[in-house]
């Protein structure tokens, strides 16, 4: 994601497709929000987000850099609740900002799968402003 963060025109940061969709700094403000909660969940602590709200979850930010910092920021700090968990708490039961129940290790798979399915949105917007270079 920050390998594409680089290569954003500074004229398509705040472009949003058929003017509904997400804009590239969205989608980091979005994904810094999630991190940071990941992590708080992943630590034990609960986080209450309803289903229908959960896609706009947000860290807003000033600027394009200032998401991406907050990106990168808060992959570090899921990242390290992560490090941090001992193995034996992996099976330890915890409740999903939505409400559906899951464990640890669930938990860090979802923060996987989540970055990876925002990626592909940032590729697809990185293809709509004619940029087809691989970016990863």
């Known amino acids: 994601c920050l390998s ?5 025109p500074a004229e398509r940061q705040d472009w949003k497709p058929e003017g509904t969709g997400r804009t590239a700094k969205g989608i980091y403000e979005h994904l810094a929000a999630a991190n940071y909660g990941f992590a708080q969940l992943i630590q034990g602590e609960e986080i209450r ?3 229908a709200q959960r896609q706009s979850v947000a860290l807003p930010s000033g600027s394009f850099d200032e998401a991406v910092a907050a990106f990168q920021k808060s992959g570090q700090a899921v990242l390290g609740a992560m490090r941090q968990t001992p193995p034996d708490q992996l099976e330890a039961p915890r409740t999903l900002p939505w409400g559906d129940p899951a464990n640890v290790a669930a938990v860090m798979d979802i923060v996987g799968f989540h970055q990876m399915y ?6 697809y917007l990185q293809t709509l402003w004619g940029d087809a270079e691989d970016r990863l």
């Open 49 to 51: 987000v309803p289903r």
């Open 4 to 8: 594409l963060a680089q290569h954003v």
């Open 118 to 123: 925002h990626l592909g949105q940032l590729n």
